[in-house]
Nanobody, 117 residues
Framework: QVQLVESGGGLVQPGGSLRLSCAGS????????MSWSRQSPGKERELVAG????????NYADSVKGRFTISRDNAKNTVDLQMNSLKPEDTAVYFC??????????WGQGTQVTVSS
């Protein structure tokens, strides 16, 4: 059974930091491109950051570039998203996503991030 379980969300003040983590199981984690996306009410889901299966390359949405860092540990089947200098507009439900080179896709249930004073 494929599972992607996100953790680490919560309430943080503007300018603060949070680290999200996603644990994968039930599939060959090290063969999948992993990414984080987010969705806030009334908006389309936005791809935030992605990382290649071997961790060699990463990409980021312009809105988070320089503030967020994606990383992975294939030995532990985890992918993290370090979020710094958080802004109220970063408030959203954050989802962990997996995609194989054959375009098989999995995603988690999401974790809420709220940036507010």
């Amino acid at each position: 059974q494929v599972q992607l379980v996100e953790s680490g969300g919560g309430l943080v003040q503007p300018g603060g930091s949070l680290r999200l983590s996603c644990a994968g199981s039930g599939f060959t984690f090290s063969s999948y491109f992993m990414s984080w996306s987010r969705q806030s009410p009334g908006k389309e889901r936005e791809l935030v950051a992605g990382i290649a299966s071997d961790g060699s390359t990463t990409n980021y949405a312009d809105s988070v570039k320089g503030r967020f860092t994606i990383s992975r540990d294939n030995a532990k089947n985890t992918v993290d998203l370090q979020m710094n200098s958080l802004k109220p507009e970063d408030t959203a439900v954050y989802f962990c996503n997996a995609r194989s080179r054959f375009n098989r896709r999995y995603w988690g249930q999401g974790t809420q991030v709220t940036v507010s004073s």
